[in-house]
């Protein structure tokens, strides 16, 4: 039991062993949408809950722009123009070069 528990701490403090569990519940998680399931864990439920926060985030932002810019509108695509320069930036910061 003990080396068990020992096994198990060296997991929990092992960060490239997070990495790794995380991307093969991500792998998980895209096959399970490819195969029509919708997947209900911890994961996906946070990522929903996320997106769902963005998405309200977005709406707040549009409705802000749109007090102090009275003569113009955000529309659909200039969210989508956030969400993908948000997106680049991410990318950027996260692409080992």
């Keep these: ?4 528990n020992r096994i ?5 403090d092992d960060e490239d062993a997070k990495v790794r569990y995380g991307l093969k519940l ?3 998680y895209f096959e399970a949408i490819e195969r ?11 990522i ?12 707040d932002q549009a409705e802000d722009f749109e007090k102090r810019y009275p003569q113009d ?6 969210l989508k123009d956030i969400l993908l ?3 680049s930036r991410l990318v950027a ?3 080992k070069g």
Aim: glycine share 4%; hydrophobic share 35%; charged share 25%.
């Design 36 to 46: 029509g399931e919708v997947p209900n864990d911890y994961r996906s439920t946070y």
């Design 73 to 78: 509108r955000l529309s659909s695509e200039d």
């Design 1 to 4: 039991m003990r080396n068990a």
């Design 85 to 87: 320069t948000a997106h």
């Design 8 to 12: 198990l701490l060296r997991f929990v």
């Design 93 to 95: 910061k996260t692409t």
């Design 48 to 59: 929903s809950d996320v997106a769902n926060r963005i998405f309200g985030w977005l709406a």
């Design 26 to 28: 991500r792998q998980a």
